[in-house]
């Protein structure tokens, strides 16, 4: 992927005699002109501050708005902030972040969190096993009440449909990370060579990373030694909605075998039939338009090393 054009502030050099640093831990902040990200740097500095482990900070302003640097740059000993010349979206934000870190392991989050606690021991051993993709937190709200945020799922006539459970465990599967917020393995992502697609909503871009992870034999797992408090509302599951052009065009990209997207012929044609029967012709038009829009979709499930029941059976493994 050609990364987008950008320039980069910095209080510290990325290279020593020539060598590029390395660091245990970057964490990547994305923002925007609308973020108020006060909170969120507060726990990123008193995080940073209090760790043995090397860690950066990397900044990425999505929007390229004016935001007063000179007091981040004198606070954080190792600080990058990253400005596109033109503003990106979610599929450019996170390949952009993972490229330029320091570190094996980056931590992606949004103004939406403040960091509790990481355990950096801990979560080098789990990825130091190798199968490990991504790292999800346990996440609590304003009142430590506990946000589910681990995610099952299932697909019925080739659609998706997810569910958020709160269940007790060192370390649990999910689907995927709901949230912008979650430690990715590096080099399983460069390695896999993954690429997302460019959605309105960056939750189906997260979808397809999820779904991607595990196709390519890696787990997401949420771990009980790394946990933030959601500063924003939860969101929604994802279910059926033929309302949604990013859930449809989502499906038809993603499930293409004759298993995962058997049925999904006479589940549309229904639809189509109930929405004609009372002349809801513009929902069709916007429905047969976002089918349409998907284009000419190769056969993704038949060059991945996991197949999609393998991956789907062991995402709900462990809900008993």
């Not at 789990?126 to 199968?131: A, E, L, R, V």
């Not at 304003?142 to 019925?156: G, M, T």
Request: proline share 4%.
């Amino acid at each position: 992927m050609v990364l987008p054009d950008y320039t980069e502030l910095s209080n510290f050099s990325t290279r020593k005699d020539g060598k590029k640093l390395t660091v245990d831990l970057s964490v990547c902040l994305v923002i925007n002109k609308l973020s108020d990200p006060v909170d969120t740097i507060n726990s990123i500095y008193h995080f940073t501050s209090q760790t043995n482990y090397k860690t950066e900070v990397l900044i990425i302003n999505v929007d390229k708005e004016g935001y007063k640097y000179d007091r981040l740059l004198a606070s954080f000993p190792q600080l990058r902030i990253l400005l596109p010349k033109e503003k990106i979206s979610f599929n450019q934000v996170l390949p952009l972040g993972i490229r330029e870190s320091l570190a094996h392991y980056v931590m992606i989050l949004t103004d939406d969190f403040k960091i509790k606690s990481v355990d950096m021991e801990i979560l080098q051993t789990y990825f130091s096993q190798n199968s490990t993709g991504i790292l999800i937190p346990q996440i609590t709200g304003e009142y430590d009440e506990i946000i589910p945020n681990i995610i099952k799922a299932s697909v019925k006539n080739g659609f998706l449909d997810t569910v958020s459970i709160d269940k007790q465990g060192t370390a649990l599967s999910s689907f995927y990370a709901k949230y912008p917020c979650f430690i990715i393995n590096k080099d399983m992502f460069l390695a896999r060579n993954i690429e997302l697609s460019d959605y309105e909503d960056h939750s189906y871009s997260l979808l397809e990373l999820g779904l991607r992870v595990w196709r390519e034999s890696y787990m997401i797992l949420q771990v009980s030694n790394y946990k933030v408090r959601l500063l924003s509302a939860p969101k929604q599951d994802v279910h059926f909605d033929s309302n949604n052009p990013d859930y449809i065009r989502f499906n038809y990209s993603s499930f293409t075998g004759q298993d995962s997207a058997a049925g999904r012929g006479r589940k549309i044609f229904g639809i189509v039939l109930k929405w004609a029967v009372t002349f809801r012709f513009g929902k069709i038009g916007r429905l047969l338009g976002a089918i349409k829009n998907v284009g000419d979709i190769p056969k993704a499930d038949e060059k991945y090393p996991v197949d999609d029941r393998t991956v789907f059976r062991t995402v709900n493994g462990d809900l008993d």
